[in-house]
């Protein structure tokens, strides 16, 4: 019987654990997606050696064809789950015009779970180790591929084994792969059953309801974002947000065939049975490459007793996918911001309507909330949902004046009774970000959300966001990147990573992606938009102008107006563009239109001095667009100008002239 040998390298203070495709900074996991875990493999496998970028393309994406801007985009985030800066790269170094290079020293171990392990070390030395190191036995350069352990030629470098040395070394393998065996064997009997394949994304289905009551419909979904909120603490496994999943609330979705949709591993479904004061759930973990069942199972709870409903599923799935957790992710994971039943049911209904995006579930969601908050005070959960839906409906179903205190006073309140709030964090980075203009608390908000929750793709959107705003584009597109990575589905976050790019001035790539956030759903008016956008900043007007209509027709407002007029008058149309201007002006006496689009327009018309005279307007409102005005290409005609400088500087964008 031969037993798998485990290959496991380490380079500074991580550990890569090939084998179990785990990346260890000492005792606590890394977490990287799948091609992100093939690049770092990869380069190490070839380190201190060049790797080309097409090797490493066809390696990390065999027989598929896709753009560079996907190694990029990997390479971005190893970075950054590497702790590199953009200014210090210890471990990866970018080599122009070819590829990259691992620059760590490397050992590799093998055959870890024995006592015996051989080492691969960067003083090409290999040593035999029990408890204390027994001696030099060999040698190799680290780096070589295609060669042997312990059976390379006289030219490779390795000291030839003497009979006596490699009986007792077999001898030793052969007692630790005993000892091994023995040990497994004896705890099988008391471990949950193991899927056969690594199980590295998750998606919880919106759980579907027997009851026909609409107002008991947010059972279902509640229960599904509860869920998603813990399970999304856990670092190990990437959770598709509820903006993924929602769409499936309202149809009769095949399982395996979401997961596929959803690009996940596994998917989480079940049916909830409510009768007078108890409440039946059944629920199945499946596999989606086979559609096997990995667990299943029914809970029968009182009706007040969610919580313990929610702790048992969570720990099960857990046990299900044999993560191990630590201590943190632990104590996240069984957490309970509330021991009121009756409030925790009204932040369930919060949720619920805060996610229908109309001004309808606003009013509903926000009445909730505040019921929650009646009941328990110390509710810092439902702060953050109050925060959340004040935030997003800001400008569309309530003043932008009016929501931005609201938002930031709920935030606030929800981190003082509780700093571990992802949510909050991110709410609070976005008013610091998009109102305030206080760049470095926003930075430090976004940051600490991600700390506390890698996954919750929002806070890595509005990061990018932020990012974008200062021309940061390279961190930006890594951001955007992560979030597409954890909400491939959703056409807000593709969008945003287009963003990145095209206020890069990135047009090609940004062009492909907003491509792919159409596809996703041709009815997002602003993939639309951006896309055309992009078309007319490359002088393809046929395209934009096609892009453009699409766009109004599904949404006629004055952000997509304000840059087709800059397009009109690139390609030579400048009476379209007089005309958009003239009708913002007419709305603006009625103050249905934001002075920054009537600046906007008159700047592409190269009118500077009316256009710099709307754009002071625009800044005594504090209108939140104003944060782009470094990137925009909109305005590069008037970035010399003195008062553009002035604005800029007061935005924040600019140093002050006396610092």
Known sequence: MSVPVRQVYEFGPFRLDVTRRLLLKGDVSVPLTSKVFDTLQALIENSGEILEKDSLLDRIWPDTTVEEKNLTIAISALRKALGETPSQHQFIVTVPGRGYKFVATVRELISEDADLIVEKRTTEQIILEE???????????????????????????????????????????????????????????SQPPQPSSMIGSLAVLPFKSLETDVEDKYLGLGITDALITRLSNINQVIVRPTTAVRKYDETEQDPVSAGRELKVDSVLEGNIQQSADRVRVTVQLIRISDGKPLWGETFDEPLNGMFALEDSISRRVVEALTLKLTSQERERLAKHYTENAQAYQLYLKGRYYSSSWTLEGFRKAVGYFNDAIALDPTYALAYAGLADAYYRNSTVHIPLQEAVPKARAAAMQALRLDDTLAEAHTSLGAIKFRYDWDWAGAESEFKRAIELN????????????????????????????????????????????????????????????????????????????????????????????????KALALDDNDDTRSHLASIYVKAGKRNEAQKILNEMIQRSKRKEVSPFYVAVVYIALGDKEHGIEWLKRAYEERAELLVFLKVAPIFDSVRSDPRFIQIMQGVGLLPQANQ
């Open 454 to 549: 890698q996954n919750y793709s929002t806070a890595h959107q509005w990061y990018s966001e932020y990012l974008t705003a200062l021309g940061r584009t390279d961190e930006a597109v890594a951001e955007g990147g992560r979030a597409e990575q954890i909400d491939p589905i959703t056409p807000e976050v593709g969008w945003d990573l287009g963003l990145a790019l095209f206020f890069g001035r990135r047009y090609d790539a940004a062009i492909e992606q907003f491509k792919k956030s159409v596809d996703l759903n041709p009815n997002f008016w602003l993939s639309h938009s951006f896309l055309a956008w992009s078309y007319g900043e490359k002088g393809e007007f046929d395209q934009a102008f096609a892009e453009y209509q």
């Open 131 to 189: 408890d204390e190191p027994q001696g030099t036995l060999g040698e190799v350069p680290v780096g070589e591929k295609g060669r042997q352990l312990l059976t390379a030629g006289p030219r490779s470098g390795w000291h030839r084994f003497t009979s006596r040395k490699l009986i007792i070394a077999f001898g030793l393998v052969l007692i630790t792969t005993a000892a091994v065996l023995y040990f497994q064997l004896s705890r099988r009997s």
